[in-house]
């Protein structure tokens, strides 16, 4: 291979990886910048259908990627944020957004992209926007993708007259439909579909594939896009699963009426989408850009007309598990913020459903089964999550001191309940496999015991059920050490069986300890309550 043409492959191999870093950044920093106010705020903006649809567009544009749309939508429709048929619509339209990424590749930005590289380059090396940083981070992410689509276009001015080039253009020449399968397969492999058409517009930039097989390649994209997001979401469910496909199937279809179309048009000679292309006087480049945008455009239409039955349908193909349902709010909602002197009994309510959770751990020690254990674990530290930031968000508010003084105690309230669940969960863990064993079934029965008083105390937080809570968890280390002592668990060179007895001692006492952590909070709030 000749020197000039391992410099072409050099910059074009470059410029691939400054296209995909970019990429990546952007979908990373973005993913940093969806919290909680983030989401409320996208919540807020698409109460109105066409509001959802043009918050679509816009993040499909800032983001170029319909997968970190998808990412952020989940989220917001699992906490009660977003209901799924506005979801649907903000993802729908984010489709038509990525379409910017293809008009940039058939323009010529070179001064404005290396400006946007400097100026957030500097900022970043100089810290002068921290509060900024992820925000700031993605504008110079999209400057190293454009970059990266520069260099490409670089590479491929000279390669694109070269015989090898030329040999597959002869190709795609003869076998035109198979361009259909490559954009297909090209879409399959690589993450985003603007990318590839991006990457499809450099490479065709002077036509060398010609105009029928370009636009079957974009027109595969679809199909492509519906393959790879059926495989990448398989070990989804519920509302994610739900969105991956509703996106899946509408792409689909997109891809499938712009390849009709053409294949159509070719055959018969009747003027339909290549003839309207060409009456716009656009270059190849540009063609293939509106080309993508309609492919997107027919995807998004196809997705409004499906919104009647699509939720019902959707929940009724991939139906949420019953984790998933748990770990979405019931009581705080993105509009409890507005008012702030409730806020904090909603609280208390999310906050009760995580200890009344506790009791299926121990069921599940009781019988032996650990099957549901991890799911039901994930989806309360879910919860938990969503309740930490809730609170975050009060405690931002210009609210009154002694609320806020409330707020702060009820955030030590939640790192206690996240400690507690986090420790019953082990213990439950530990114990499934020792359901028979005397000591075992004697702990798990304890321990349940006691969560049923702090389950009580909570949901009737007076006086006496809070002292019996307080008198239940008192200091018990003496009566655990001879409960050790009688059953062999202080003795050398213990089996794993007897270990793990040990352990389930020492995570008795841990509980213990947190449930009258729980129970001193409760007597120090009813203060709060005292009117």
């Known amino acids: 291979m000749h020197a000039p043409m391992l410099e072409l492959l050099a910059l074009y191999l470059a410029g691939l990886a400054f296209f995909f870093s970019g990429m990546s950044g952007v979908s990373?920093?973005?993913?940093?910048?969806?919290?909680?106010?983030?989401?409320?705020?996208?919540?807020?903006?698409?109460?109105?259908?066409?509001?959802?649809?043009?918050?679509?567009?816009?993040?499909?544009?800032?983001?170029?990627?319909?997968?970190?749309?998808?990412?952020?939508?989940?989220?917001?429709?699992s906490t009660g944020l977003l209901p799924i048929s506005r979801a649907l619509i903000v993802l729908a339209c984010a489709n038509i957004g990525t379409a910017l990424l293809v008009f940039i590749a058939a323009s010529d930005l070179h001064l404005s992209?290396?400006?946007?590289?400097?100026?957030?380059?500097?900022?970043?090396?100089?810290?002068?926007?921290?509060?900024?940083?992820p925000a700031v981070?993605?504008?110079?992410?999209?400057?190293?993708?454009?970059?990266?689509?520069?260099?490409?276009?670089?590479?491929?001015q000279p390669l694109a007259s070269s015989p090898q080039f030329a040999h597959v253009a002869d190709f795609f020449a003869r076998w035109p439909y198979a361009a259909f399968l490559l954009g297909m397969l090209m879409r399959t492999f690589i993450h985003s579909s603007s990318a590839v058409a991006a990457i499809v517009v450099t490479i065709n930039r002077g036509g060398q594939l010609g105009d029928f097989p370009a636009m079957m390649v974009i027109a595969g994209l679809g199909l492509g896009s519906a393959l790879a997001t059926s495989m990448l979401s398989g070990n989804m469910v519920g509302v994610p699963r739900q969105i991956a496909m509703y996106q899946a199937m509408t792409n689909c279809v997109g891809g499938l009426v712009i390849g009709i179309l053409l294949v159509a048009e070719r055959l018969t000679h009747v003027p339909l989408f290549m003839a309207a292309l060409h009456a716009s006087g656009a270059s190849i480049s540009q063609r293939m850009a509106y080309t993508y945008l309609a492919l997107n455009m027919t995807a998004a239409a196809t997705a409004m007309a499906g919104l009647r039955w699509a939720p019902r349908g959707l929940a009724k193909l991939w139906p949420p598990t019953p984790e998933q349902d748990f770990s979405c709010p019931i009581y705080i909602q993105h509009n409890s913020l507005n008012s702030p002197e409730t806020a904090l009994d909603l609280v208390a309510l999310e906050q009760m459903r995580t200890v009344s959770v506790l009791g299926r751990y121990i069921d599940a020690a009781r019988q032996g089964d650990a099957s549901n254990l991890k799911p039901l674990h994930a989806a309360v530290n879910q919860l938990g999550r969503h309740i930490a930031e809730f609170l975050e968000a009060l405690l931002k508010?210009?609210?009154?001191?002694?609320?806020?003084?409330?707020?702060?105690?009820?955030?030590?309230?939640?790192?206690?309940?996240?400690?507690?669940?986090?420790?019953?969960?082990?213990?439950a863990e530990t114990l499934t496999g020792l359901a028979g064993e005397e000591l075992a079934g004697l702990l798990i029965e304890s321990l349940d015991t006691i969560l049923y008083s702090a389950l009580a105390a909570l949901e009737s937080p007076r006086d006496l059920e809070i002292d019996i809570l307080v008198n239940m968890t008192d200091d018990r280390s003496g009566m655990m050490e001879e409960l050790r002592s009688r059953h062999g668990l202080q003795q050398a060179g213990s089996t794993n069986h007897t270990s793990a007895l040990h352990y389930a001692t020492t995570l008795f006492e841990r509980n213990v300890w947190l449930l009258?952590?729980?129970?001193?909070?409760?007597?120090?709030?009813?203060?709060?309550?005292v009117v």
Request: charged share 15%; net charge positive; aromatic share 8%.
């Open 397 to 427: 508010m210009p609210i009154a001191t002694d609320l806020a003084a409330r707020a702060i105690s009820f955030q030590r309230k939640e790192s206690t309940l996240r400690a507690l669940e986090e420790n019953v969960y082990l213990f």
């Open 516 to 529: 009258r952590q729980l129970a001193l909070w409760m007597r120090e709030d009813a203060k709060f309550s």
């Open 113 to 133: 992209i290396l400006f946007l590289i400097g100026i957030t380059g500097l900022i970043l090396a100089f810290k002068l926007a921290k509060t900024w940083k």
């Open 28 to 77: 990373d920093n973005l993913r940093q910048m969806s919290g909680q106010r983030f989401r409320q705020a996208l919540g807020q903006l698409t109460h109105r259908p066409a509001m959802a649809g043009l918050v679509g567009a816009v993040l499909g544009a800032i983001t170029q990627s319909a997968s970190v749309v998808a990412f952020i939508l989940s989220g917001m429709v």
């Open 137 to 156: 981070a993605s504008g110079m992410s999209v400057g190293l993708l454009f970059l990266g689509l520069e260099m490409m276009k670089q590479a491929f």
